[in-house]
């Protein structure tokens, strides 16, 4: 979450998942009584899988026992524009090992178009088949103006999050859909900041916008196109996301975190990217998951249905929160955590 406003999901979401009491669960294992490994026949791809969301949905998709491949352009060779060498797709794949899956990390520029091809043909070379494809693809936050109209930013700047955070889901897709397709049950999970829903206002700035509005609606596009093939496209968003780089910028660790709640008050109820995470591996193991086609959900929302936790057992909220202070309440962090 950069600054998002709350979720309003419609009544007509589903809400048949099972549901659990909150546990603590360690960052990479199976949840307590599902089934064994019920992944351990799916291959997945997580585009842009080098650290914060990416990289915990690989984990989790890997504690559930998938063959995940993992893409970014930081390698323990080479730093993307980002600028952080501390993450590395290498790294991600030795979690998805070390979580019960099988990671493989695969240097890709999503941009290049010939990359993507050589990335996908490997993955049917090696595997004959693509069963969830995971567009978790931006590393566009230094691009990011607040408090400025859209002709006081750069050009060449605003177009740049443009290819980074909307041109390499509709590349990615485009090459890796064939392969999904090629088996009934694909699916396509676009992971964007808020939902269709909060989403409706304005986002920040003109570009950020542009680019986090591009995989609603192509969730909701592809979603029309895969339901006649047996296929499902969803779009997730987390809530108020404890990355790396966020916690880089309050000067915390995850064990730390607690001390910026009083530099941001929302940040009291910020969630780790295991949360999402986890809410997405187990939409993927559930036979039922065409339900969610063409919709887009936020991280409560997916841990509500499926009965998930942050890693410290808790299941914040920090849109319904907004929410209820939207509408003249005064809520109590305790209550949405």
Known sequence: MTTNEPTNEPSDAPTNAPTSEPQDRPFGEPPAGSPDRPLHD????????????????AVELGAMGATVYVTGRTTRDHVSEVGRAGETIEQTADLVTAAGG?????????????????????????????????????????????????????????????????????????????LLVRRPGGLVVEVTDGTAETNKDFRENFYYDLAKNTPIRMAYLLG????????????????????????????????????????????????????????????????????WNGRSVDSGRLAREYGVTDADGSRPDVWGYILAEKAGEEPSPADYR
């Open 102 to 178: 099988t990671g493989i990390a695969v240097p890709t520029d999503h941009l290049v178009a010939d990359q993507v091809r050589s990335l996908v043909d490997r993955i049917d070379r090696d595997r004959g088949r693509l069963d969830i494809l995971v567009n978790d693809i931006w590393g566009g936050n230094f691009l990011l103006d607040f408090d400025t109209k859209m002709w006081e930013v750069d050009l060449e700047r605003g177009l740049r999050m443009l290819d980074l955070g909307a041109r390499t889901h509709i590349i990615t897709s485009s090459i890796a859909l064939p």
């Open 42 to 57: 799916s291959v997945a791809l997580v585009a842009g899988a080098t650290r914060g969301a990416g990289r915990a949905i």
């Open 224 to 291: 029309e196109e895969l339901k006649n093939v047996g296929g499902t496209a969803v779009a997730v968003t987390p809530g108020f996301l404890r990355s790396e780089e966020m916690l880089d910028v309050f000067g915390l660790t995850e064990e730390t975190w607690r001390d910026g709640i009083a530099k941001q008050r929302h940040w009291a109820l910020s969630e780790s990217p295991a949360y999402l995470a986890r809410g997405v591996a187990a939409l993927a193991a559930d036979p039922d998951r065409a339900r």
